[in-house]
């Protein structure tokens, strides 16, 4: 069972940045896509970045596209998310998953995440 475990939040005022990492347990990692998720405080969960086994295949949320960057590393097992430009509505809590490509369906147990706060 992999075991996903996110970390790199903060605090950060806006305009700021912040790299989110999320390492994975198990020997699936290269041979998954992997994607990002936040949850707002009385929002659901949300999509933000995707990155397929290849890591020229990324994938973005329209509200994050231009500001976040996703990317791999297969030999540590671990998914990376930088952020620039952060904004107050980009706080929440992350999460990482193991993904179907395109669809987003989650295929592993989540993490406990990071929070992410963006001050104005």
């Known amino acids: 069972q992999v075991q996903l475990v996110e970390s790199g939040g903060g605090l950060v005022q806006t305009g700021g940045s912040l790299r989110l990492s999320c390492a994975a347990s198990g020997r699936a990692f290269e041979n998954s896509a992997w994607g990002w998720f936040r949850e707002a405080p009385g929002k659901e969960r949300e999509f933000v970045a995707g990155?397929?086994?290849?890591?020229?295949?990324?994938y973005y949320a329209d509200s994050v596209k231009g500001r976040f960057t996703v990317s791999r590393d297969n030999a540590k097992s671990t998914v990376y998310l930088q952020m620039n430009s952060l904004k107050p509505d980009d706080t929440a809590v992350y999460y990482c998953?193991?993904?179907?490509?395109?669809?987003?369906?989650?295929?592993?147990?989540w993490g406990q995440g990071t929070q992410v706060t963006v001050s104005s």
């Open positions: 990155i397929g086994r290849s890591a020229s295949n990324t």
């Open positions: 998953n193991a993904v179907m490509l395109l669809t987003w369906r989650t295929l592993r147990s």
